[in-house]
Each structure stands twice: as structure tokens, then as C-alpha cells.
């Protein structure tokens, strides 16, 4: 009954008739039209039928009989075969039920043979349609509770229906203890996404009131497999403010059963539109490492470094996942962000050491130049940056980032003394003077052992003109 899902989802989503070619040649139509739902098949137990309904219609204990209908109730019950037609017709007149048997175009008496022909079909449509849903679904509460809804619904022959019984069900006493119970049962009951998906999220609110009814929704969106369904129950989850710490903790572990990077992003950026708490950023991040995207782990990455104070582990934790990121354009984006917070200097080295995996220049003296303008260098921290410059293969990329050390207006005479070795590094005479004259006005005032080391930089230069500038730049 799959197919038949799928046209109900259409009958849901748009007013006016419909009609619908299901697919595997079986034909069947569903239409909604001024309140009235109209079935047609070829196959099933509603094989040759058309059935019109409009309002509530009431059946029998044993469902074999119409016994009541609201004001507006109609019901048309009509078959076909090998061109012979019979056709039930019951409508309201006040406090009874008028009810017309048709054999073909002649209205015959309703006793015995309508009465009969009912009686052996209604048990057949009223578990492939929602005909007198609402008094099926009291009637057995009444005798066997939130069990035997559920027993009942499981008989059912599509999951529009079972989707349209459980939601009957969840409007009666049902106790709060048994959510995890109905979920549970329908999960492994309803087959389609979007009926599944709809039911949980129409009524998260009330799953949300115990945290088994939260395990029981993470639980259940693992039997999801549409991505986007999975996504858009987890998402609707998270946005509760009923959800605790323990609960955000199932409902992230069940996001990673999502497939794609886009979905998996959205889960867990709704997660961070939460109060953070350092273990769900933890988890945040580490669950960045399942997104295989470049892009889609740098989206993530960068909104969860939005937040302004995160623990040691969780820097530590995105630090790792960058190292998952191939493109060092979005490696970079990343680095960028991160530095441009106060960072410690174990967290500064573990980032800068984190950087050889970079094979681009451009990106890797970006990283490096933003480190040196945004942090607060320790001496320690300011070696490790010098001493991992050889990682840049580009004169005029590693000339940048040793002119942008020596721009920083604190730069100690220690650090003045590493800028000076590693420019020894550069090949071209062009820049190693462009560096040499960006740092002579300090070296010109400092101790003789940085004069010295200008000197011995100096001596790399090969061309006497450049070097003679360098050298007048001091004298």
C-alpha cells in the first residue's frame, strides 16, 4: 500500500480535486473537494470501488454498519464489476440515518441485500480509508487503553491512515509515560517518511515532556531513511526548549545516521541556537568530523567558533577537524576564525603546527599575518610561527608575513632577532632587502647582536647594489 501513501500525501497538500496515476500500472484516485474525500482503485480491498465521504461517520462494535453520522455526514459506497454496479448511498436526517440501495440505475430496498453487501465490505474499507476513524479509534481506547489503539492501528492498510489514527489517538488521555510506547510501535509500523515525520513533529512538544519520549523520538528517527524527513524531525527537536543536556545528547548521536553533509549541517547548526553547553559543543564539533563537504564543515566550524566561550576541549576538537579539511581556502577560513579569538599559547602552537598540512602560500602567510596582527604573542608562541615560515616556499609570501611581524609595534628584541634569521630563508635578493629595510629603523636602536645578525642576513644578498642599500639602511 505504499502508493496509496504516496497519493495521500498529495491529497493533503493541495485543495481541489486531484487526480492521480499511482505507479506498477495500479490505478487509484483520491480527490478532496468541499470537505468530501472520494477513494477509486483497481486493486486492494477497495478493488472496483468508489467511496465519497464528507464529516464524521460512526460504525458498528463489530464494523460491519453505519450507525451514526454528524449533521453534514455523507457517505457513497459504489462498485463495479464486469459492468454490473451496485452503489450504497446513507446520508443524516436529524437523529437517524436515511440509507438507499442501488443495483445498477434501480434503487432496490435496503433489507435484506444492502444491509448484506455492507456488511461484507465496510470491515475492509474502514481499514484502507479514515471512514469512522474517530469512533474506531474511542471505541477500542475505551476497551484496551493506548495497547490496543495501537494493536489496531497496526492492521491498517496505509500509512496515510495509520498516520490519521494516531493522530485520533494522541487527542485522547494518552499518558505522558506512554509516548515512548507509541512512538516506538509507529516507527516500526508506518513505513513512509513523511507520515512518520509528520506525526513526530506535529506532537514533539508532547514527546519532549519525559526523556524516554525524547530517546524514543531519536530512536525513531533512525528508522527514517529520507535524509530530509530525518533532518526536519531532529531540527524541530532541537528548537524545544524542553530538551535538556542528556536529551540534545541522543538526538545529536541519532544525526549522525544522516547521509548528507547539507542535512547533517542543519541538525547541528540548530544545536548551536541552543544555550551551549561545553558538552554539546564538544559533541557538536566532533560530530563536524562525519561531514565530508569541505564547505559544509566550514560553515558549521565558523558558526560554532560565533560562540564566545568554548572549552579547551572543544577548541581542541575543531582544531582536529581541520584537519579533515582539504581545501585550504576553507582551511584557512576556518584558521582565520579561530585566531581571531584569545588563544593560550599550547592552544596557538597546536594551531600553528596544525598549518602543515597547507600547500598553498597564499592561504598559509594569510593565516600566519592574521595570527600576528589579532594575538598576543608569547615568545614561545612567536618562535613556533618564525620557525614553521619555512613551510612557505614563496619569497614574496614569506617576505610578507616576516614584514607584517615586524610591523607589530610590542616586537621584542628576541622576536626582532627570529624575523632576522628567517629571512636568511628567502632566496631573492628583492625581498630579503625589502625585509631587511622594513626592520632596519629598529635594529638601528638595538643591542649589537642584532646589528650582527642584520649583518649576517645581510651577507645571503648576492647583488652589491641591494646589498649596499641594506647595509646603509643600518650604518
Not at 614574496?396 to 608575513?401: G, Q
Request: charged fraction near 25%; charge should be neutral.
Amino acid at each position: 500500500m505504499k502508493n496509496f501513501s504516496i497519493l495521500c500525501i498529495s491529497f493533503l497538500l493541495l485543495a481541489g480535486s486531484i487526480n492521480l496515476q499511482a505507479q506498477e500500472g495500479a490505478k487509484q484516485v483520491i480527490s478532496y473537494n468541499n470537505n468530501r474525500i472520494i477513494y477509486q482503485n483497481s486493486f486492494g480491498p477497495l478493488q472496483n470501488f468508489k467511496v465519497e465521504v464528507r464529516g464524521e461517520i460512526e460504525v458498528s462494535e463489530d464494523d460491519r454498519d453505519i450507525i451514526g453520522m454528524s449533521s453534514d455526514g455523507y457517505l457513497e459506497i459504489e462498485k463495479t464489476v464486469f459492468g454490473n454496479k451496485r452503489k450504497i448511498i446513507i446520508t443524516s436526517q436529524g437523529n437517524s440515518l436515511r440509507k438507499e440501495y442501488y443495483e445498477g440505475r434501480s434503487k432496490q430496498p435496503y433489507e435484506p441485500e444492502g444491509r448484506k453487501w455492507l456488511a461484507e465490505i465496510l470491515p475492509d474499507l474502514v481499514k484502507t480509508s479514515t471512514i469512522g476513524a474517530e469512533s474506531r479509534t474511542n471505541r477500542f481506547y475505551k476497551k484496551g487503553g493506548t495497547n490496543l489503539v495501537l494493536q489496531e492501528i497496526d492492521k491498517l492498510e496505509s500509512d496515510y491512515v495509520k498516520h490519521h489514527y494516531a493522530s485520533l489517538l494522541l487527542k485522547l488521555p494518552v499518558q505522558s509515560k506512554e509516548y515512548p510506547t507509541v512512538i516506538q510501535s509507529l516507527s516500526k509500523s508506518i513505513s513512509s517518511d513523511y507520515y512518520l515525520a509528520s506525526f513526530i513533529e506535529k506532537n514533539t512538544d508532547k514527546f519532549l515532556q519525559t526523556t524516554e519520549g525524547t530517546y524514543a523520538i531519536s530512536i525513531a528517527a533512525n528508522e527514517i531513511e529520507s535524509d530530509y524527513y530525518k533532518a526536519s524531525v531532529l531540527k524541530k527537536t532541537l528548537k524545544s526548549s524542553q530538551l535538556n543536556q542528556q536529551s540534545t545528547k541522543a538526538i545529536l548521536t541519532s544525526a549522525s545516521t544522516i547521509n548528507s553533509d547539507y542535512y547533517l549541517t542543519e541538525v547541528l547548526a540548530a544545536a548551536l541556537g541552543k544555550n551551549l553547553t561545553d558538552e554539546m559543543a564538544e559533541q557538536v564539533a566532533a560530530s563536524a568530523l562525519s561531514i565530508e563537504s569541505d564547505y559544509y564543515m566550514t560553515q558549521l566550524l565558523n558558526k560554532l567558533l560565533s560562540n564566545k566561550q568554548l572549552s579547551k576541549n572543544t577548541y581542541q576538537k575543531i582544531i582536529t577537524a581541520i584537519d579533515d579539511i582539504g581545501s585550504d581556502y576553507y582551511k584557512a577560513s576556518v584558521i582565520q576564525t579561530l585566531v581571531s579569538r584569545s588563544l593560550s599559547t599550547e592552544e596557538l602552537r597546536t594551531i600553528i603546527e596544525h598549518t602543515n598540512s597547507m600547500g598553498s602560500d597564499h592561504y598559509l602567510s594569510d593565516v600566519f599575518i592574521r595570527i600576528i596582527k589579532n594575538q598576543n604573542l608569547s615568545s614561545e608562541s612567536f618562535q613556533v610561527l618564525m620557525d614553521n615560515t619555512s613551510n612557505i616556499g614563496s619569497d614574496f609570501y614569506l617576505s610578507n608575513v616576516l614584514v607584517a611581524a615586524i610591523d607589530k609595534s610590542d616586537i621584542s628584541t628576541e622576536q626582532l632577532q627570529s624575523i632576522l634569521q628567517a629571512t636568511s630563508k628567502i632566496s631573492s635578493d628583492h625581498y630579503i632587502t625589502t625585509v631587511l629595510l622594513k626592520a632596519a629603523p629598529k635594529v638601528k636602536v638595538a643591542n649589537e647582536a642584532i646589528k650582527n645578525q642584520y649583518r649576517k642576513t645581510a651577507k645571503e644578498i648576492s647583488s652589491e647594489t641591494y646589498y649596499g642599500r641594506a647595509i646603509r639602511a643600518i650604518d
